[in-house]
């Protein structure tokens, strides 16, 4: 059975860094993109960036690039996201998809909520 | 940058058709996946690649994609079905559109 598991919920101060993580399990993780999807409060989907763990090639989406990194260990199939210095905006729920062009984000993690206030 | 517009909403009665639209420039040429989010719940592929369900989804849910525009159609609207749905493309990277908010009443 194909699932992502992300780490729990963390509650930070603006400033402060913050790595977040997503394990793959019950397909081959090194063959398929993982998408990281932002989710405001209230708000639509927004995809921060690509990366594909066989090579770690890595594409960023304009408006968080140089905001965030994304890095992938696959030896123990976990892709991260990871913020150098938090601020309240970045408060939202982050979810890792697997994202392939022929077949979409057909598995979502449960989704990371990140709340960042002082 | 690809840019994606759908709706911000969409209502429908109990047992009719519902249909959600996403547009953007020559849209027809690649293929459109369509999510659902129910509140407090990760999304779910409903539709990939333009028309085909993944395993689960049930067949009243349908896709089509053409010039500018692709749909998603939900047939027999039933109470469940109440989520926000949003389109996706692939242009470089993972477009997705604003999100369609989908009350059924």
Same mark, same amino acid.
Not at chain 1, 48 to 70: A, E, K, L, N, W
Not at chain 1, 75 to 94: C, H, N, P
Not at chain 2, 27 to 41: I, M, P, R, T, V
């Given at each position: ?118 | ?35 659902? #989010?129910?509140?407090? #719940? ?45 389109? #996706? ?17």
């Amino acid at each position: 059975e194909v699932q992502l598991v992300q780490s729990r919920a963390e509650v930070k101060k603006p400033g402060e860094s913050l790595k977040i993580s997503c394990e793959g399990s019950g397909y081959n993780f090194t063959s398929y993109w993982i998408g990281w999807v932002r989710q405001m409060p209230g708000k639509g989907l927004q995809l921060m960036g690509i990366i594909y763990p066989g090579d770690s090639d890595t594409r960023y989406s304009p408006s968080f690039q140089g905001q965030v990194t994304i890095s992938a260990d696959k030896s123990i199939s976990t892709a991260y996201l990871q913020w150098r210095s938090l601020k309240a905006s970045d408060t939202g729920i982050y979810y890792c998809a697997r994202l392939t062009p022929p077949t979409g984000g057909d598995y979502w993690g449960q989704g990371t909520l990140v709340t960042v206030s002082s | 940058s690809y840019d994606l517009s759908q709706p911000s909403s969409v209502s429908v009665s109990p047992g009719q058709t519902a249909s959600i639209t996403c547009s953007g420039d020559k849209l027809g040429d690649k293929y459109a996946f369509w999510y659902q #989010q129910k509140s407090g #719940q990760s999304p779910v592929l409903v539709i990939y690649k333009d028309t085909k369900r993944p395993s689960g989804i049930p067949e009243r849910f349908s896709g089509s994609n053409s010039g500018n525009t692709a749909t998603l159609t939900i047939s027999g609207t039933q109470a469940m079905d109440e989520a926000d749905y949003y389109c #996706q493309v692939w242009d470089s990277s993972v477009v997705f559109g604003g999100g369609t908010k989908l009350t059924v009443l």
